[in-house]
């Protein structure tokens, strides 16, 4: 039952391209489980995305979710295309077409997409305006919106914060000190790398290198990551940044370090990049980072991974903090919404690391272990009915 998801649709979306004809996209949504709340899950953007990844994707938020705790099940979203090729307006007609094609599986209380991979809260507000057309005004259909159009204050950063947080909880756990005695390596700079470096930067961590799909940058005494932020927004490549040394994007995942966070996409640590990789923890902030065979080798060389269901918990936590907030019409503060969100990441931790110690089993393993077994219990309840 938990192995295959609840339902999968595939919808086509013709989008009249602005130099004139018309192009064809396909579009998934896999709604893989929802026996403790509505589906939930992120809608991608990209080039690599196919019907089988999006099941996997949408199988880890099922986890994620009841990892977390939150009253939800799990579902994921993309679209194959490359959105960089594409302007704004076409982007905006291929995101409007997507909701006219799934609008009567998603809903507040049914299916709630929000970003993931080249999506943002652009993307998030077209939803949100898009479905209000067919079913009424609904802000709850959708996370992950502007803070004006009914997002919530906190959401933006949350997955970075929640994986900062996590990183803290680990360290605490392992007795490896504090955020300032370590070295940090990130690959992405994205909405998930650039928040979480950020904040690991203010906790006073010190970041040694990032990559981006285009470039790399180190700086063995530290990267200054707002004025690397400040950098990038202007649309200049890493590795011109004057605060560091440019370096080949390819070499990242080597770059030795304590901390290695992948924040870009699935299937990165191979069993060749896991047997070179040179850090102490692996702390997945992407979705689906490393490969099977390759955490078996991680946990044969004693690396730590603090895997992903866990470490990129806080996006989807902040995102129940805005849909609750749309139910009520109600809004929070952001001092309110991090407390919160610091909250469920410590509470998550205590739980799979007490199962780690408990069972003696990888962190991935007592996540899985606390996360299967809330959503087969929902399930045993519910009667498969
Ligand atoms: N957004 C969220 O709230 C959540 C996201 N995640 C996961 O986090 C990961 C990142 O998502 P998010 O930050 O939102 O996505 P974004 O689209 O905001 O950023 C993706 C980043 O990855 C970089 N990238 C893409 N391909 C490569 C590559 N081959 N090598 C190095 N870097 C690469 C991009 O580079 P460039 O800018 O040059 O294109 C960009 O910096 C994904 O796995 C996603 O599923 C998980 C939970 C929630
Ligand atoms: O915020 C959400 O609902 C989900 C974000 C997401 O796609 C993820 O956690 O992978």
């Known amino acids: 039952m938990l192995l295959e998801p609840k339902r999968e649709v595939a919808v086509e979306l013709v989008v009249p391209r602005d130099a004139g004809g018309v192009e064809v996209f396909r579009a998934y ?16 953007f990209h080039p690599n995305v196919d019907l089988d990844d999006v099941r996997s994707l949408a199988s880890l938020m099922t986890w994620k979710t009841a990892l977390m705790d939150l009253p939800f099940g799990g579902a994921k979203g993309g679209v194959q295309l490359d959105p960089h090729k594409l ?30 991979m080249n999506t943002s809260g652009r993307e998030m507000a077209w939803i949100f305006d898009e479905y209000s057309k067919f079913k009424g005004y609904s802000p709850g259909v959708v996370t992950g919106k502007p803070v004006h159009l009914h997002g919530s204050v906190g959401r933006e950063a949350a997955t970075g914060r929640g994986c900062a947080f996590g990183i803290r909880e680990i360290l605490k756990a392992m007795g490896y000190g504090k955020m300032s005695d370590h070295t940090f390596v990130f690959q992405g700079f994205g909405n998930v790398g650039a928040w979480a470096s950020e904040i690991v930067h203010d906790m006073g961590g010190k970041v040694v290198a990032i990559a981006d799909e285009h470039s790399a940058t180190t700086n063995p005494k530290g990267l200054d990551i707002p004025a690397l932020r400040r950098h990038a927004g202007e649309g200049h490549l890493l590795e011109a940044f004057a605060g560091g040394q440019a370096l080949a994007k390819e070499s990242i995942l080597q770059v030795p370090c304590s901390i290695l966070v992948p924040a870009a996409l699935g299937g990165v640590i191979t069993p060749d990049v896991a047997r070179s990789l040179d850090c102490k923890i692996v702390v997945e902030a992407a ?56 909250r469920k990441m410590g509470a998550a931790f205590e739980s799979l690391w007490q199962i780690h110690r408990e069972m003696d089993v990888p962190l991935r393993t007592a996540a899985f272990v606390k996360a299967v077994g809330r959503v087969a219990r929902a399930e045993r309840f519910r009667g498969f009915d």
């Open 29 to 44: 949504r896999v709604q893989h489980n929802n026996s403790r709340g509505p589906f939930k899950g992120g809608l991608r």
């Open 87 to 116: 302007s704004e307006r076409e982007l905006e007609i291929l995101t409007r077409k997507l909701v006219q094609g799934i609008k009567d599986v998603i809903g507040p209380a049914e299916d709630i997409p929000a970003p993931d």
């Open 287 to 342: 979705n689906g980072p490393t490969l099977p065979a390759a955490d078996k080798i991680l946990q044969d060389r004693g690396v730590m991974v603090l895997p992903d269901i866990y470490s990129n918990g806080g996006g989807v936590t902040v995102s129940f903090f805005e849909w609750v907030q749309n139910l009520q019409n109600f809004k929070w503060d952001e001092e309110e919404v991090n407390r919160k969100l610091e």
